[in-house]
């Protein structure tokens, strides 16, 4: 049968990232609480990665955790003691079983990354204790050293044990197997089979000597009895070979000794009986035979699926209660109707919620790969950090969970460097030795809030406003609220190599934490007190795939509006503007003096004639910057479904996508952040100009 | 048509044993540990189980134990997969009541001759 | 015509159907009579059925009575002389 193993490739890639995660996370556990369990369970992830890479032909990687299970084997069976230096060392593999697993997904070669550490664990294993590794190729019998391909005829005494038909080891099978090698006799001996009436029937009492006719080596025949040849005595006697010379009887296992000396004539046979023992037919190592074609997958648990089935089926039930109202319609079943169609809605909505679900994966997934982390750098640093997880079975969006990974490791990663104080520091501070570091995930509204919390030293907001005042960042003298100066911090141009050293605060690469979130339609704030610690609390919407918006109508055009981004709309006539330098109009909202973005302008939508003081002002709030939007109309509210411009056209700033409205038109999605940063980019053109 | 349930943590292996058998013509059911295992075969009458030996929850010498204590396995083929190639392994499982076992790594025609043998 | 007795083997000797199929021997034995065995429908069979009739037979053979079979099936032909057991069984 021909079955195309790369078809599996995908799973197992998938499986053993997974399986490397979890020895990770238990190897980090594992110098506190050694438990066997946890032992086991870091075994069993090896496990299945060498059972299936040498199953799919990726040597270097079936070789590689062999000699990693043999060790964690000797740990499993308490030979071996549990050791910074072994977990050290086990963490290290786990980074390079990665490596060599990426290689080959992408279609590269493995490499020889892993060699001194294959070297390392053999030297460890030869030294260490007294199990030896045996390599995954060695059997342990062998006793075929002997080239006895000749031999035509054999003679087969097999008595087995009485048990042995209730292990679904049935002779019958046995004996038709031996049959695939040439013409087989079988005389049964009934001798020991008890009386009627004392007969356990489930028991065998019988024994056969069998004799074979045909050109087989005797490891095959061997192979056939291998199951139960700990469960029988068996006899395997040469009668004849082609070459003439019958060789000593070789026991096989402790054997009642029986001469069948039958002297038959000599026979050739030349019939060509196929060896049919099952060769492994070493496919060519598929050394990733192409790339092998990466779709995403994702696994979702059986209940969500269940859901989704239920509602379907509800669905099903109220269109055609809605048909059957339909098909004979008159103005009696109008309320009929109309409780159809809510139901409709509502079955509707359900059913994109538990859609929407399915993508959903709890933040785990990128919390787990934070303690070793914590682990490698506060090692680094000689500094004593306890990392605390919390709510990791919060569930966000896939996309949106792949994205966060980066900018969630570099703050935690700030947080460690200069967040929290050396021990020294933090004695003479007063405080624990150890410090706290806390990440926390939990939902709040159609969002999800993480939270990354020390007890460092926290962030001094004038050092920061000074700092900013030296970059250019900000006119010196100007009044600013604390949370404002402290998210200076992650503007471009803040951070540099000099100013972080300089700050007792954090800088390196924030702006692009900063980004990062911001592109998935998130922000960052950051709270601090000095001397007890600095918290960054992200707030990302739950998927990228749907947004609440609010319609919004500029002369012909429909756009879309993020509802979270809107603080409130004032008619233009109420609204007090005035104009600043550099001709921007400016909105006093409260104290403070706000841009105005004139939707037509900034899109160059047709005018249509109307008074120019007629329309709305929006204020609308990104990022902690509040501007205006100078709109016609404001239409509806509804949820939709965001389409991504850059896969059809490309990346425009102030618009972060489009979707499709209700009529069938598309309506672009405006993107609150860019939209400011195009007005201020255009002031200080015109101001430079 | 033969029944024969797979089981193995491990998906890509579960997978590729059930697409074998299946191209083969056998009627697959899968199970991911011995607990998933033990519920499909309660409601099931499957001719073969084929399992693998390491797994969380239920491993597959329990499993072996378990279904042997049903009236309707007591006597039905189970094959271990292991990747031990060592006698006291193999053992554990013949006296767990497997029937016999298939070392890992395994190419599709190897399971399906063996997996023919037993259903003779 | 003689009295004789008839055990109808259904579809199975095997070792799944042994315990049920030596009940229903044992209840032929105490009718103290010929004995035919009918296995037309036989479609499994193996060592421990094969086994649990060959008892059978030497039983009834003991009593002094005749055992014969009745149309023996292809399946249970073949078993039986896969495991070297025809003419114990007076199946050849």
Not at chain 1, 12 to 27: A, P, R
Not at chain 1, 337 to 359: C, D, F, H, N, W
Not at chain 1, 381 to 397: A, M, R, Y
């Amino acid at each position: 049968m021909d079955i195309d193993l790369s078809q599996f490739y995908q799973v197992f890639f998938e499986e053993s990232f997974e399986g490397l995660d979890t020895m990770e996370h238990e190897l980090l556990h594992l110098e506190e609480d050694s438990d066997r369990e946890n032992i086991n369970t870091i075994f069993r992830a090896a496990h299945s990665i060498k059972g299936g890479s040498a199953t799919f032909n990726f040597k270097e990687v079936a070789e590689f955790t062999h000699v990693m299970e043999t060790l964690l084997d000797e740990m499993r069976e308490g030979k071996r003691p549990v050791e910074k230096e072994t977990v050290d060392l086990l963490l290290r593999s786990v980074d390079c079983l990665r490596g060599m697993l990426n290689r080959i997904q992408d279609g590269e070669e493995v490499g020889d990354s892993h060699i001194d550490l294959v070297n390392y664990f053999n030297e460890l294993l030869s030294n260490g204790s007294s199990s030896g590794s045996d390599s995954p190729a060695t059997e342990v019998d062998d006793s075929s050293a002997d080239s006895e391909g000749e031999i035509t005829r054999w003679s087969i005494h097999f008595e087995p044990e009485a048990y042995i038909l209730e292990t679904g080891n049935e002779p019958v099978r046995m004996f038709r197997e031996l049959k695939g090698y040439g013409e087989l006799t079988a005389k049964a001996n009934l001798d020991k089979v008890p009386d009627f009436d004392e007969l356990k029937p489930e028991s065998c009492f019988m024994s056969w000597d069998l004799e074979l006719d045909g050109e087989v080596d005797e490891d095959a025949i061997k192979e056939t009895f291998e199951w139960v040849e700990d469960d029988c005595k068996l006899e395997i006697k040469p009668l004849s070979s082609a070459g003439g010379k019958a060789k000593a009887a070789k026991v096989v296992s402790a054997n009642a000794d029986e001469t069948t000396e039958e002297n038959e004539e000599e026979e050739v046979q030349t019939s060509n009986v196929k060896n049919m023992v099952p060769v492994a037919s070493e496919k060519p190592a598929a050394k990733a035979a192409q790339k092998p074609a990466s779709t995403a997958s994702i696994r979702v648990g059986i209940d969500k699926v269940d859901t989704l089935i239920d509602l379907v089926g509800e669905l099903v039930i109220t269109q055609s209660m809605l048909s059957e109202v339909g098909e004979n319609f008159d103005i009696s079943k109008l309320n009929l109707l109309l409780s159809g169609l809510g139901e409709l809605e509502q079955k509707t909505r359900e059913l994109q919620e538990s859609v929407m679900r399915i993508r959903m994966l709890p933040i785990g997934f990128v919390f787990n790969r934070l303690p070793r982390m914590v682990r490698d750098l506060s090692t680094q640093l000689s500094k004593k950090v306890n990392l605390e997880i919390k709510g990791e079975s919060t569930e966000l969006d896939k996309t949106v969970m792949e994205q966060i990974g980066d900018p969630l490791t570099h703050l935690v990663r700030n947080a460690l460097d200069h967040g929290i104080e050396s021990v020294d520091r933090r004695i003479e501070a007063g405080k624990s030795e150890t410090g706290t570091l806390i990440l926390n995930a939990f939902h709040q509204g159609g969002n999800i809030v993480i939270e990354i919390s020390d007890d460092g030293a926290g962030i001094n907001p004038d050092i920061i406003y000074r700092k900013a005042v030296e970059k250019g960042l900000i006119p010196d003298g100007i009044e600013m609220p604390r949370e404002q100066i402290l998210s200076l911090i992650m503007e471009p141009g803040f951070s540099t190599a000099e100013v972080v050293s300089d700050v007792s605060g954090r800088g390196v690469g924030m702006d692009v934490v900063k980004r990062n979130i911001n592109n998935l339609g998130g922000n960052v704030e950051i709270s601090s007190e000095l001397g007890k610690g600095t918290t960054f609390t992200i707030r990302l919407p739950l998927t990228l795939a749907i947004l609440d918006g609010q319609l919004i109508k500029v002369g012909d055009e429909t756009f879309v509006l993020p509802l979270v981004s809107i603080i409130e709309s004032v008619p233009l006539s109420m609204a007090e503007t005035s104009r600043i330098a550099g001709d921007m109009p400016v909105y006093k909202l409260h104290e403070d003096y706000i841009p105005i973005i004139d939707l037509q302008e900034e899109f160059e939508i047709r005018k249509n004639l109307g008074a120019s003081n007629d329309g709305l002002l929006a204020i609308v709030e990104g990022e902690n910057r509040k501007i205006a939007l100078r709109i016609d109309e404001l239409l509806g509210q509804q949820q939709v479904v965001i389409k991504s411009l850059e896969s059809h056209y490309k990346s425009i700033q102030g618009v972060s996508g489009a979707t499709i409205l209700g009529d069938g038109r598309v309506s672009l999605i405006l993107d609150i952040v860019g939209l400011s940063k195009r007005a201020s980019d255009r002031t200080h053109k015109k101001l430079v100009a | 048509m033969t029944k024969i349930l797979a089981v193995d943590d491990s998906a890509s292996m579960r997978q590729m044993v059930s697409f074998t058998l299946k191209s083969a013509g056998f009627d697959v059911t899968e199970a991911a540990d011995g607990v998933e295992a033990l519920r499909a075969a309660k409601t099931n009458a499957f001719d073969v189980v084929i399992s693998d030996v390491n797994m969380p929850n239920m491993d597959g010498l329990s499993l072996v134990r378990e279904l042997r204590t049903l009236s309707n396995y007591r006597f039905v083929p189970i094959l271990m997969l292991t990747t031990e190639s060592s006698n006291d392994k193999k053992q554990a499982g013949r006296s767990a009541g497997a029937t016999g076992w298939i070392v890992k790594p395994f190419n599709p025609d190897q399971l399906l001759s063996t997996v023919r043998k037993v259903i003779g | 015509m003689s009295k004789k007795t008839t055990v109808s083997l259904g579809n199975a000797l095997d070792i799944a159907s042994v315990s049920e199929l030596k009940k229903r021997f044992e209840n032929a034995l105490t009718k103290d009579l010929p004995v035919t065995l009918s296995a037309n429908k036989v479609e499994k069979a193996d060592t421990a059925g094969l086994q649990l009739a060959y008892a059978f037979v030497k039983k009834v053979e003991a009593n002094g009575h005749d055992i014969n079979w009745q149309s023996p099936s292809d399946v249970l032909v073949q078993t039986s002389e896969i495991l070297g057991m025809q003419e114990h069984l007076n199946l050849s």
